[in-house]
T-cell receptor, first 111, second 115 residues
Framework: TQLLEQSPQFLSIQEGENLTVYCNSS?????LQWYRQEPGEGPVLLVT?????EVKKLKRLTFQFGDARKDSSLHITAAQPGDTGLYLC???????????FGQGTRLTINP | NAGVTQTPKFQVLKTGQSMTLQCAQD?????MYWYRQDPGMGLRLIYY???????DKGEVPNGYNVSRLNKREFSLRLESAAPSQTSVYFC??????????????FGQGTRLTVV
């Protein structure tokens, strides 16, 4: 059973454009994390969202946790080539010890 | 501060050979994980160890075994490698997950090719 889905799977846009990627599930999460993985590297944590409706900003990146804590979005303003990478969302279920991820959104920003 | 260290970084195996991937962390974390990442894909959990002395299956455990040697080290063994196990393997560690989300730290990966 797919715990969560990320969309789109692939996205290629020009530098300076805005974009939004999504992480959706039918399950309620106690929190959710977003990671970015650059080519040849392991993933690195960007943000953790905990409260339903929470919005966090990290420079040009805006993360939102859905009110019902079943979904999340990542919006990038004025994308730059340095934003290129694989964006992974990782949910937390209360009491769960496993750390699983969606299939990711592979983002390419073209100069 | 080394963080999570994986060895080897690259490996080529013949079908049927066995090998052990090593992982060590120096952050005193309780939980450790092994993932595989196939080309163009996300991470799939193979096995995890929530704390020293415990191991559990993840999403894709078939063909693998693990050992939590001590708090620092978590190894992944392929007993009889198959071409379908060609992948990049990542080890990660974190504080025990409380449901509120603590950061996971990843190694640089082991690129394994089975021919």
């Amino acid at each position: 059973t797919q715990l969560l889905e990320q969309s789109p799977q692939f996205l290629s846009i020009q530098e300076g454009e805005n974009l939004t990627v999504y992480c959706n599930s039918s399950s309620v999460f106690s929190s959710l994390q977003w990671y970015r993985q650059e080519p040849g590297e392991g993933p690195v944590l960007l943000v953790t969202v905990v409260t339903g409706g929470e919005v966090k900003k990290l420079k040009r990146l805006t993360f939102q946790f859905g009110d019902a804590r079943k979904d999340s979005s990542l919006h990038i303003t004025a994308a730059q080539p340095g934003d290129t990478g694989l964006y992974l969302c990782g949910p937390r279920l209360r009491g769960a010890q496993k750390l699983v991820f969606g299939q990711g959104t592979r983002l390419t920003i073209n100069p | 501060n080394a963080g999570v260290t994986q060895t080897p970084k690259f490996q080529v195996l013949k079908t049927g050979q066995s090998m052990t991937l090593q992982c060590a962390q120096d952050m005193n974390h309780n939980s450790m994980y092994w993932y595989r990442q196939d080309p163009g894909m996300g991470l799939r959990l193979i096995y995890y160890s929530a704390s020293e002395g415990t191991t559990d299956k993840g999403e894709v455990p078939n063909g693998y075994n693990v050992s939590r040697l001590n708090k620092r080290e978590f190894s992944l063994r392929l007993e009889s490698a198959a071409p379908s196990q060609t992948s990049v393997y990542f080890c990660a560690s974190s504080e025990a997950l409380s449901g509120r989300g603590t950061e996971a730290f990843f190694g640089q990966g082991t690129r394994l090719t089975v021919v």
